[in-house]
């Protein structure tokens, strides 16, 4: 399992860096965007067995904010850098495209299922991201460098 997991670990940095080229993030935060979604990525999966994926996906969207928010700190650049990025593993694109498949062949229980848990999964990546985000600036202050 902990193979599996590191090679999962380095494919989401892969594609997250990836992502992030997509989006035109600076070369320098490259790494630490792509740090960021495979960080994510492990806590999601971890977690997943024991929470669900609705929960699996909150708690790995409050570490890779967290993550975003020091990264942010650290490396003088928005949040937004490290955090949309960083994002992507856990987007459900999946469920999306099974609630649209279900819904064209007029599965409605599929449909509905499927819809359910998108909808949960893209609510616990709302409330995540708002719960670190509402945390005050100040509070990351120490990490900052004094010169």
Avoid at 81 to 91: D, E, Q, R, T
Wanted: aromatic share 18%; with cysteine; proline share 4%.
């Amino acid at each position: 399992m902990l193979i599996t997991l590191c090679i999962q670990f380095i494919i989401a940095l892969i594609a997250t860096s990836a992502f992030a080229v997509l989006f035109n993030v600076p070369k320098e935060q490259w790494f630490f965007a792509g740090l960021t979604g495979g960080i994510g990525w492990v806590f999601y999966k971890f977690f997943i067995p024991s929470l669900g994926t609705a929960l699996a996906t909150f708690v790995a969207v409050l570490v890779l904010t967290l993550l975003s928010r020091i990264f942010a700190v650290i490396r003088k650049a928005p949040v937004t850098v490290f955090l949309i990025s960083g994002i992507f593993p856990l987007v459900p694109g999946m469920g999306i495209y099974y609630t649209s498949y279900y819904l064209i062949m007029e599965d409605a229980s599929l449909f509905g299922y499927y819809g359910v848990e998108t909808l949960k999964s893209a609510f616990a990546i709302a409330l995540g991201i708002m719960f670190i985000l509402s945390i005050p600036q100040k509070c990351f202050g120490i990490l900052q460098k004094k010169h």
